[in-house]
């Protein structure tokens, strides 16, 4: 396999790993490589992303082979949530990047004539990335591909948890990409705390709101702009539907992006479900049903990630009220980490599975008088990374659209908001900021810089000092945008 281009034929630097870590000569070197202006040039930019397709077409076995060894996916649902979200995203990116790169012209104001305006794209510098486990590939080459478009050099971290992924990144990226302006770092905590101690131009971390206030603190000493991808509690309201078709399609829907997302592991998975009480039946039902159908044979849903997750997500059952709400499903196996997809019907509002994020194939359903009462129940919560709602009433869409806050809005379906690169993916408040994702990502690993060019031909000495009432007047008009007042008083027809 020939090196991307922008490796210069030379030969792929090894991983950097914790036995021969050097953080700060790393950071130095891709300063340098940086300043050097070596991936600002499009032509580098461009190699990188048709190196990421390669990897990603080239690798595809191997790929699904290390998900499988890390999270026990099957290759559909690693194609469908990973592998092929990245090829589409990164296709995309590098169908537009020259667009998105350009200097996008701004209005400048009569009063300065001659002038011009614009907004310049420009990378940031160096920049680190935090990934996360359950979409382990995604995670980190989504944004990966966002930092080389914008023209970064990059530090990716992978996640210690899905140790097969990571071995991956750090064996053939830097055969892929330029091994001098890409750096993959392998460790765990320890080493994320080492990352941190040193300057960096942008720091993106997935993972939970612990560490994440842990990574704001530590970016704080160097004031490093940080975007947070937080975990949520994402909640998905269940209108009546009156056609049995319908009802079906959402069932299908909720379910796959429940229990066929990584097991629930997935940080925009349907945590629980808001639904009248009079449906509720119903809806047990009918999951019932489809689940049998959906999971009939082996591989349908991933396994919990280890062993801590499995006795965090165990403990959630094991509290008598929450038991006594199981309707379908409970059954745990240790020695295979899977936990059966489980329904409660109305756990206490109290216990821990309704006050802490899931993140697991429980799924929980509140009952509510009215349907509208959900956006009360949404509103007195932290505001989620997503929010669903499976209605035809286009009223109740307005009411969650304007009423509630959330990094997104999802009617009818669930979780496929994350494969647009049309619109942004992000939190807000609690679960996180930064968007990014298509032009997004492109946006959030550059700096929009303004440029405003001006002439010596025409000057006004009304904004200079000593000041009287007629510069003052004159002012009025200019900020007022009054250019017939202000051209007749510099004429002296007015004052």
């Not at 701004?106 to 907004?119: I, N, Q, R, S």
């Not at 941190?196 to 720091?203: I, L, P, S």
């Not at 009411?399 to 009617?411: A, H, K, L, Q, W």
């Not at 025409?458 to 009025?476: A, C, N, V």
């Amino acid at each position: 396999m020939a090196p991307g281009l922008g490796a210069m034929g030379e030969k792929p630097a090894a991983a950097t790993t914790t036995k021969h870590l050097c953080v700060g000569s790393m950071a130095s070197g891709l300063r340098e490589v940086y300043e050097s202006g070596r991936t600002k040039d499009m032509e580098w930019r461009q190699s990188q992303l048709r190196g990421l397709i390669r990897l990603l077409t080239d690798k595809e076995e191997e790929i699904f082979d290390v998900l499988h060894e890390d999270l026990g996916k099957h290759r559909g649902e690693s194609f469908r949530d990973e592998l092929g979200i990245l090829v589409k995203s990164v296709k995309y990116t590098l169908q537009n990047l020259k667009k998105w790169a350009a200097p996008e012209k701004a209005e400048a104001p009569l009063v300065a004539f001659p002038a011009t305006a614009m907004v310049v794209p420009e990378p940031l510098g160096v920049v680190l990335i935090f990934s996360c486990w359950n979409l382990p590939l995604g995670l980190a080459l989504e944004p990966l591909s966002g930092a080389l478009a914008a023209g970064n050099a990059i530090v990716l971290k992978p996640s210690e948890l899905a140790p097969s992924t990571a071995a991956f990144l750090a064996a053939n990226l830097p055969k892929y990409l330029d091994s001098r302006a890409v750096k993959v770092v392998l460790g765990g905590p320890n080493v994320g705390e080492e990352l941190m101690e040193h300057r960096w131009d942008k720091v993106l971390f997935t993972g939970s709101e612990r560490v994440g206030r842990i990574i704001m603190t530590k970016a704080a000493k160097h004031l490093t702009p940080v975007a947070l991808e937080l975990g949520s509690k994402c909640s998905c309201i269940v209108d009546w539907l009156d056609g049995e078709r319908d009802r079906q399609v959402a069932v299908n829907r909720i379910i796959g992006a429940k229990w066929s997302t990584c097991a629930g592991q997935a940080c925009i998975a349907i945590d629980h479900i808001l639904v009248e009480e009079k449906f509720a039946p119903i809806l047990v039902e009918l999951m019932k049903s489809t689940l049998k159908r959906f999971m009939a044979k082996p591989g349908g849903m991933a396994r919990i990630l280890n062993e801590k997750h499995f006795q965090r997500l165990s403990a959630y059952l094991e509290d008598t009220k929450v038991a006594a709400s199981v309707v379908h499903g409970g059954c745990i196996d240790p020695k295979t980490l899977t936990i059966e997809p489980t329904i409660l019907l109305n756990p206490p509002v109290d216990s821990d599975v309704m006050t802490e994020e899931i993140f697991g194939p429980i799924l929980p359903i509140i009952t509510v008088k009215k349907i509208e009462d959900s956006i009360a129940f949404l509103k007195s919560k932290p505001k989620p990374l997503a929010i669903y709602a499976f209605t035809t009433n286009e009223s109740l869409k307005r009411r969650i659209v304007e009423e509630t806050s959330s990094g997104s809005v999802t009617f009818n379906d669930a979780v496929v908001q994350y494969a647009l690169e049309s619109v942004p993916f992000g939190g807000v408040g609690h679960s996180g900021f930064g968007q990014y994702h298509g032009k997004y990502s492109f946006e959030l690993f550059s700096n929009k810089k303004a440029v405003f060019k001006r002439s010596f031909l025409i000057e006004f000495m009304f904004r200079y000092p000593p000041w009287d009432d007629s510069k003052i007047g004159t002012l009025r008009h200019v900020f007022s945008y009054s250019y017939i007042l202000l051209f007749l008083t510099l004429l002296g027809l007015r004052r």
